[in-house]
């Protein structure tokens, strides 16, 4: 199979890509798995390239997953956060992209609390450009690690049933989700208080359950989204107490399901919210699992971007391109 | 006083006239004389041949926001009155929210005293309904009024407090002059920063759905009802909103409404690739949305045409699509838009069009514009009703460029443009130099 297949400059998001692209990311994330699981954690594939992380907004998993994922395939790092940075002295985004470019990077790996700040800078600057989270817009990587773990256990993602539980309408990684695996053949649905399930979502081709057991009975996968604080305050729900008792995913719930369920969480947990620590420990979880498969995915993505070829990835990973 | 100019036999349109014929029309001491057929010229007329062109009133905008004082580096009232005359604008309703707001009758002063200064189009003042548009306190409307402004608002936000709404639009009675009403429920718009749908869903931005404006539009048409003052609706965007005013305007309330360009032309479907450029509040609504107010502008369900001109600098919209400022800029497309859309599409006669950009907004804030009668003053547009031609912002005459209608070919351009009888654009330089060679044009 020596098809050429193309992926852009850019990873803003998964909604224009093709179904083959993104099967495409996932199959390259394979060979890519063992490399952590290593003693010396350490392949050649982008050694000399430099890497911006550039995180406006607070992130442990998602800027670890990518800095181990770069580090792993030997490119040179830096990490920005917002507090700390000129953003602080009230540098736009534009000029923070431009002088970060003047420092001649290759890449830039950005998470930013507005929707399109990812494209907006793609469109910007000639790096490449992978969207860690902007907004209530994407996650394309969480999506394709999610994605990763569910065809790991289920064998495919076409067929499937999965619905992602909880604020939809805050959500990049709902997003995100819905349109990776809308393509690859899954039926997807979307349940939460009607609160926070955005109007015209329908039209992303999913259905929508304003009952948890109505989605337990239809599902054969859970992604539970985290319900935020702020929410609460906000008056988009009453109480997390409330909230967890008519929306979150509890053993007694699943109990009920009429087949085999697997449940995932994008993290960071509120144990005992939108998750209860049975499940969250329990046998339907891949939680952890989801970790682990994001180094992978992330360094297919930095990998293919970067202009290497699917079919010669397990060959890059001993130097040889 | 400057020589008098003969435009010659163009097609002359004056709705408040019922008239479209080919005539000549003479331009006097800053007055119209005529228009006639074989008119008697004196000799020292500057002559200017308009056949092929239209020559009609000088369009009235009810709604431009002209950024001075506070923020001249994205307009000021001399670049906005010079940018309207580029757009065939003649007469132009500054709103209050500058900074600080038109809320006083020495702000009043100012911007009226600027516009005349710059001898542009006529710049008319539109007053702030309360203090420091702060929606709690009625600024000293009599005294707003006095001084010049020709109606008030609190444009950019709505006055949400229905009691202060309701002593305000019993209060203007006495000055008679209209509320202009910036119609939108807060609790409903939120934080929104585009039409709440399926492509504000797919986007990831926070939606403002049209109950926002639904809501708001019915209160303000209620409180008109119930107080007999005079309601003028701003850019009205919604199908829900033209249904609310249809049915008020049946039960006789006092209510008039515009609509912009780019709410009868674009969709939110614009703002994809999160263009700031189409970030404006309201924001754009779905095609559906776009079909209604079209035909309700049609119908005569919505009165008037109002640009909404809202200048941004280069800078403040290029950022990240939550943090841009909301509007467009709107003078100098204005009629190329409305020509293509409506005109050259079939929908609405050129006659129609000119009363629903000139005589119907002149009424509604009692300007002395909108006719060519023998003895109005000379405001007078001149356009080529089937030129072409490609909008390009880096030409604009406002200092700000921000416009979804970048690159779109428009239809109908304006050739000239008299204010009170003097020619203040002329970019083909049409108006014969010296005096006596005027003849052989």
């Known amino acids: 199979m020596s098809t050429t297949i193309s992926f852009g400059k850019d990873l803003t998001g998964l909604e224009h890509l093709s179904a083959e692209q993104i099967k495409t990311f996932l199959d390259t994330a394979e060979p890519f798995k063992e490399i952590s699981e290593r003693p010396i954690k350490k392949v050649p594939v982008l050694r000399g390239k430099t890497i911006v992380n550039l995180f406006y907004e607070p992130s442990t998993r998602t800027r670890v997953s990518f800095e181990f994922a770069e580090k792993r395939l030997s490119a040179d790092t830096v990490n920005i956060s917002a507090s700390g940075s000129s953003v602080v002295k009230g540098e736009n985004l534009v000029d923070t992209a431009r002088n970060l470019e003047a420092m001649r990077i290759d890449m830039v790996v950005m998470r930013h609390r507005s929707s399109g700040a990812a494209q907006f800078l793609a469109d910007r600057i000639p790096s490449n450009v992978i969207n860690g989270g902007d907004g209530q817009h994407e996650h394309p990587t969480q999506a394709l690690l999610d994605m990763l773990t569910i065809r790991d256990h289920k064998g495919q993602i076409e067929g499937l049933k999965v619905c992602i539980v909880g604020d939809i309408v805050h959500s990049r990684v709902a997003r995100s989700n819905i349109y990776g695996l809308t393509k690859l053949g899954a039926e997807v649905a979307v349940c939460g208080p009607p609160t926070l399930v955005p109007k015209g979502i329908e039209e992303l081709g999913v259905q929508v359950f304003k009952r948890v057991e109505e989605a337990i009975e239809w599902a054969d996968v859970l992604n539970v989204l985290r ?10 729900i009453p109480s997390l107490r409330e909230y967890n008792r008519f929306f979150g995913i509890s053993a007694a719930r699943l109990e009920k399901a009429p087949r085999d369920i697997l449940v995932l969480h994008p993290g960071p947990m509120n144990r005992g919210v939108e998750i209860d620590s049975h499940v969250a420990d329990g046998p339907h979880s891949v939680i952890l699992q989801q970790v682990t498969n994001g180094v992978a995915v992330r360094m297919a993505v930095l990998y293919l971007l970067a202009g290497g070829q699917p079919e010669r990835a397990e060959a890059a990973k001993g130097g040889r391109s | ?32 004389s005529g228009p006639w057929r074989g008119l008697e010229v004196p000799d020292s007329a500057a002559v200017i041949d308009c056949s092929g062109l239209v020559v009609a009133p000088g369009l009235v905008d009810l709604h431009v926001h002209l950024r001075e004082p506070g923020d001249e580096h994205k307009e000021t009232i001399a670049s906005g009155a010079r940018a309207a005359t580029a757009g065939g604008f003649t007469s132009i309703c500054a709103m209050p929210n500058t900074r600080p707001p038109i809320d006083d009758p020495a702000a009043v002063g100012f911007v009226r005293a600027e516009g005349e200064r710059a ?24 005294e707003l009024v006095s001084t010049g402004a020709v109606a008030v608002t609190d444009d950019g936000r709505p006055v949400y407090d229905t009691g202060l709404l309701r002593r305000t639009m019993e209060y203007i009675q006495s000055f008679d002059i209209p509320y202009f009403s910036h119609s939108e429920e807060l609790g409903l718009s939120g934080n929104g920063v585009m039409n709440e749908g399926s492509v504000s869903t797919s986007l990831g931005l926070r939606g403002i759905p049209n109950a926002a404006e639904d809501v708001a539009v019915a209160r303000d048409c209620i409180t008109a009802e119930l107080t007999g003052g005079q309601l003028h609706i701003l850019h009205v965007s919604t199908r829900g909103s033209v249904e609310i005013i249809r049915a008020a305007k049946a039960r ?10 780019h709410h009868l032309t674009l969709t939110d479907e614009a703002v994809r690739g999160y263009r700031t450029e ?85 009424k509604i804030a009692r300007l002395p514009a909108g006719t060519l009668a023998e003895g109005s003053p000379a405001d007078i547009v001149v356009f080529d009703p089937e030129v072409r031609w490609t909008c390009e912002p880096e030409k604009f005459f406002s200092l700000s460029r921000n416009t979804p209608f970048a690159g779109q070919e428009l239809v109908g351009r304006v050739a000239m443009t008299l204010v009170g009888g003097r020619l203040v654009y002329d970019p083909d330089e049409r108006l014969p130099r010296g005096g006596k060679e005027s003849e052989d044009v």
Do not use: W
Not at chain 2, 4 to 27: A, C, E, F, H, M
Not at chain 2, 252 to 261: F, K
């Open chain 1, 227 to 236: 319900l935020q604080l702020e929410r609460m305050k906000a008056g988009y």
């Open chain 2, 278 to 362: 189409a970030k404006m509040n309201p924001p754009l609504r779905s095609a559906a949305d776009v079909q209604a107010v079209r035909d309700a502008l049609v119908e005569g369900v919505i009165d008037c045409i109002a640009t909404d001109h809202a200048p941004h600098h280069y800078e403040d919209k290029e950022c990240e699509f939550d943090d841009a400022p909301f509007g467009i800029v709107g003078l100098e497309t204005a009629l190329g838009i409305c020509i293509r859309e409506l005109v050259a599409s079939g929908r609405m006669g050129l006659p129609d069009l000119i009363d629903r950009m000139s005589c119907v907004p002149a």
């Open chain 2, 1 to 32: 006083m400057s020589r008098p100019i003969l435009l010659k036999g163009g097609r002359v349109i004056d709705p408040s006239q019922n008239l479209d014929d080919t005539l000549d029309l003479l331009v006097a001491e800053g007055h119209i």
């Open chain 2, 119 to 142: 001898g542009y189009a006529h710049v008319y003042p539109v007053g702030a309904v309360s203090v420091g548009l702060k929606g709690e306190e009625m600024t000293e409307i009599g």
């Open chain 2, 252 to 261: 006789g309330v006092r209510v008039t409404a515009e609509v912009t360009p």
